[in-house]
């Protein structure tokens, strides 16, 4: 039987505020085990947990960007389960009140756009971290409660996805909308962006959805995929056998590449949600609202749209630019200089993109600022200097951060235009090459690119090429 | 309110009954809903369901942080450690 796989994500994503969500404890990465904790983020009787508004506020932002419907009224659940990782023994999340609910995200899916809905966006706050000794036989394991109490944004999309190209695109927009409105670093190796996916399958061509697996422990973007692989493939098996699909909820295995069922958690399904009476309701009214809306950049999608409209960039050039926001940023800077939108693009995605990698630098942390790049691509458009000189010149830039024009004096790159010098050194080039001028003349075109080589190279680089070709072929004959 | 709601909830506490017990809680947890059912008289048509005793909201803090306790203070009610870690029976998942 043909079968349509459906999918929807579940997305965690840890907000890079200071402190907690509670209590002012210190949400820095990497810290020595719990000594980043206090009262109240250990659970202890008595405490009283106070809302960090930044992280209050940044839920609101990711709910508006993703088009949601802000609910005036929001509250706060508590989430009940025992979990050596849970030290309250309820996890304060939201469950009648959403922050923000009916949204949607466009996708790009191989140059279609699709919508995908967004069931809820809400806030929560983050378990501790349980380890795994890694001894034979141990039989203890380890927590550190430093994560504990960390703003977590959890983000339910609704089962509309049908095919791994679709969630990798769902999952790369909304990375990059986590980016561009900078509430998260999405550090995937660090835990602060996770995905759940829970996929059912159906008979094509019908409505009625099947029984839905969650699949947890997905720790990349690549397991996410090769998960929902399985679990399709998996679940065909068992339905061409005429078996029905349990309603459960298994574990991705990294390293053996499968997913087996989760046993503990199933019986603790029941988290009997009920009102958190040690937190006031959140009322948002429309100013409050609107001044959130205010803070929301340009979104990477749309961004990209405009880049490919406005500046005619093609969609891989719009595509890396837009990928991170301080590269479209730095692009949009350098034509607030000039307008030479292809010339920056291709300065940027090639050349400054790769020294950033080379230097595990952020692009605003190279030498070369946008208004220096600005003024390399200039002397280039001006003829000023070639752009084989430009590389020479780009690359004292990145070491020295010297500007453009100074390192072209300093070094006397300046571009020969003077026809009766460039004349000069072809004249000679002819006179020690008569077998390479005979073969051109014979009808070998490409020893004219020969001639041209060897003229540049006699001139340092600093020959105008394009004048060098056109003296060239008139010498020789055309 | 039978003995498998008695053994359900006992679960989702991750306590131990003995058998005793569960006829003790059986009784007890019966009086305690039927005198809470008397709530169920009450007409709530039309009447939203109320959260909180405190009329009030919007009461947040700044994202600053404060300096947290000690280490050895924060661990002390451990009944387990090695290190800097609470040590906790193996959890499978
Ligand atoms: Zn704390």
Redesign the interface.
């Known amino acids: 039987m043909e079968y349509e796989v459906v999918v929807g994500l579940e997305t965690h994503a840890e907000l890079s505020?200071?402190?907690k969500l509670f209590?002012?404890?210190?949400t820095k990465f990497g810290a020595?085990?719990?000594?980043?904790?206090?009262?109240v983020c250990?659970g202890?009787p008595g405490v009283l947990p106070?809302?960090?508004?930044?992280?209050?506020e940044s839920a609101m932002k990711v709910a508006l960007a993703l088009n949601c419907t802000i609910n005036k009224f929001t509250?706060f659940d508590r989430k009940?389960y025992?979990?050596?990782d849970l030290p309250k023994n309820y996890q304060i999340s939201q469950n009648?009140y959403n922050l923000g609910v009916d949204g949607y995200m466009n996708i790009d899916v191989n140059g279609t756009i699709k919508k995908v809905r967004i069931h809820n966006v809400h806030l929560e706050e983050e378990a501790g971290k349980?380890?795994?000794p890694e001894e034979v036989g141990?039989?203890?394991?380890?927590?550190?409660?430093n994560r504990a109490g960390v703003p977590l944004l959890e983000i339910v999309s609704q089962p509309d996805m049908r095919s791994t190209d679709e969630v990798e695109s769902y999952m790369q927009t909304l990375r990059k909308i986590l980016l561009y409105t900078e509430v998260s670093d999405c550090k995937m190796q660090e835990g602060s962006l996770r995905f759940e996916a829970s996929i059912s399958l159906r008979e094509k061509g019908t409505e009625k959805l099947g029984n839905r697996v969650e699949i947890k422990?997905l720790n990349s973007m690549k397991s996410v995929i090769k998960g929902m692989e399985y679990e399709a493939k998996r679940q065909a098996e068992l339905l061409d056998r005429g078996e029905t699909i349990a309603r459960e909820t298994r574990?991705w295995d990294e390293v053996n590449e499968r997913s087996e069922r989760?046993?503990?958690?199933e019986?603790?399904q029941?988290y009997?949600y009920f009102?958190e009476?040690d937190?006031?309701?959140?009322?948002i009214d429309e100013k409050w609202m609107s001044e959130i809306k205010s803070t929301i950049p340009e979104l990477p999608f749309d961004r990209r749209q405009r880049f490919m409209e406005v500046f005619k960039l093609s969609d891989y050039d719009a595509s890396c630019l837009t990928e991170e926001k301080v590269l479209a940023d730095f692009f949009e800077y350098c034509l607030s200089i000039s307008d030479r939108p292809k010339a920056f693009c291709n300065w940027i995605i090639n050349d400054l993109l790769r020294e950033a990698k080379d230097r595990k630098l952020d692009i605003y942390n190279l030498p070369i600022k946008p208004k220096q790049l600005a003024a390399l691509v200039e002397t280039i458009e001006r003829g000023i200097i070639s752009s084989t000189i430009a590389k020479e010149v780009f690359s004292e830039m990145i070491l020295t951060g010297k500007d453009p024009q100074k390192i072209i004096e300093e070094k006397k790159l300046v571009q020969i235009n003077d026809e009766g010098f460039i004349e000069s050194v072809i004249d000679k080039m002819i006179a020690s090459n008569p077998n390479v001028v005979e073969d051109y003349k014979k009808g070998k075109k490409n020893a004219l690119a020969f001639l041209i080589g060897q003229v540049m190279k006699e001139t340092k680089g600093k020959a105008n090429p394009k004048l060098v070709n056109e003296l060239l072929v008139k010498k020789v004959g055309g | 309110m039978d003995k498998t709601v008695i053994e359900y909830i006992a679960n989702l506490s991750r306590i131990d009954l003995s058998e005793e017990e569960k006829v003790f809680f059986i009784h007890q947890l019966s009086n305690i809903i039927s005198y809470i059912e008397k709530l169920n008289r009450l007409n709530t048509e039309d009447i939203e369901p109320m959260s909180h005793a405190i009329i009030s909201s919007n009461v947040f803090r700044g994202d600053e942080p404060v300096v947290s306790i000690l280490r050895e203070e924060a661990l002390s009610n451990a009944p387990s450690k090695i290190g800097f870690f609470v040590k906790v029976p193996k959890v499978i998942d």
């Open positions: 505020t200071i402190t209590c002012g404890c210190s020595e085990p719990n000594s980043q904790v206090c009262p250990l202890m106070v809302m960090n508004k930044k992280a209050f509250n009940s025992y979990y050596p009648y349980l380890i795994h141990a039989n203890y394991s380890l927590v550190d409660f422990n574990l989760m046993r503990s958690k019986e603790a029941d009997r009102p009476p937190l006031l309701p959140v009322l």
